[in-house]
């Protein structure tokens, strides 16, 4: 065998490879744009989507907006404005840290980054395309539009789904985001002709007018609340009750400290406390948001940050355990349910 030199990939393709782990479909564009915009402080996100997600992809949000020189910056690698030293690696407060999101989908689509900061007196634009930042209109806010996303990379195209299938997992991370932030308004064309609206909702006794929309009416109508403390660590939320199970996990909403979290230890503290009424196959409903100090959990474990790594495990699956039997067998009249208010 001949042995070959070494050499440093160009950057083109380093960011392809980055992309193969955070860009796995459209959804996963979607999450990583509306992401941003929540970090930017965005009160309302418009949400355009063309042919499933493969033609185009555009989030448009009224945050903080992106200083004209650090447009091109913010497509370049490991560039971010969330963090600056390896401590604050032990509390990451924001859902963005790694800057990977934006160079990894520019390396592989079309992307166009518009925005304005309320102090400049026009927007600026930059292409992943183009080198240069050009003048642009835009109104204070960040736009992003991810035109024809693999058309370099076919291989990749070809294991994208039906358009069905792409629709359905971008409507799952809508519903994700929008359950993550009840103060934030979304606006979403999905399909043709169909507009999602949800407004942004401030009075918590109205939340249940979104999970209504996101989870059923049915869920809402029987669904408990429960809100518990233990030291610093705050769980409340809504479980679907014994008889509300499901075939599916697509009432399975749960978030740590405001983030989307997929977990094996809180699913089976979930599991846990429905005991044998839960058939096998059968699944819980149920939304649930977690908070406790940001050095109590890791969330730098994957580059979809979907996973995390508790300090305490025990302490938190106990916790959930614990309160979700509470609400559950507690008798109906007992229970404040902010569904029915
Ligand atoms: P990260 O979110 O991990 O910092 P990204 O690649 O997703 O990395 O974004 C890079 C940077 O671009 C962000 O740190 C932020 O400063 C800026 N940015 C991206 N999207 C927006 C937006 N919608 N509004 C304001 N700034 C943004
Ligand atoms: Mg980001």
Request: proline share 4%; charged share 20%.
């Amino acid at each position: 065998m001949i042995s070959q030199r070494i050499h440093a990939l160009p950057l083109h393709l380093a960011n392809q490879i980055a992309a193969g782990e955070v860009v796995e479909r459209p959804a996963s564009v979607l999450k990583e744009l509306i992401e941003n915009s929540i970090d930017a402080g965005a009160t309302q996100i418009d949400i355009t989507i063309e042919g499933a997600g493969n033609q185009l992809i555009k989030v448009s949000d009224n945050g903080n907006g992106i200083h004209p020189d650090d447009l091109a910056l913010a497509l370049s690698r490991h560039a971010t404005s969330k963090i600056h030293s390896s401590e604050q690696l032990s509390h990451i407060d924001s859902l963005g840290f790694r800057g990977e999101a934006l160079p990894s989908i520019a390396s592989v689509s079309r992307l166009t980054l518009a925005s304005k900061q309320p102090d400049q007196d026009c927007g600026w634009q930059v292409s992943s395309d183009v080198e240069t930042v050009e003048p642009t209109a835009h109104p204070d806010g960040t736009t992003v539009s991810v035109a024809e996303l693999f058309f370099n990379l076919p291989a990749r195209r070809r294991f994208l789904r039906s358009d069905k299938t792409e629709l359905n997992h971008l409507t799952t991370t809508l519903n994700r985001l929008a359950l993550s932030r009840f103060d934030v308004g979304f606006s979403a064309q999905l399909a043709d002709q169909t507009t999602l609206k949800l407004p942004a909702i401030t009075d918590p006794k109205l939340f249940y007018q979104r999970i209504a929309r996101i989870c059923g009416q049915a869920f809402v109508r029987q669904a408990r609340y429960l809100e518990q403390q233990f030291e610093a660590i705050h769980l409340h939320g809504w479980v679907g009750n014994f008889a509300a199970h499901r075939a599916q996990t697509d009432v399975q909403y749960f978030f740590i400290n405001g983030r989307v979290i997929k977990d094996r230890i809180i699913n089976h503290a979930i599991r846990q406390a429905y005991g044998d009424a839960l058939p096998a196959g059968r699944q819980a409903a149920y939304v649930l948001y977690l908070t406790l100090p940001l050095d109590r959990v890791d969330v730098n474990v994957h580059p979809t940050k979907h996973e995390v790594r508790f300090r305490d495990a025990r302490l938190v699956h106990g916790l959930i355990t614990r309160a979700v039997q509470e609400a559950l067998t507690q008798d109906e009249h007992g229970v404040v349910s902010q569904s029915e208010l």
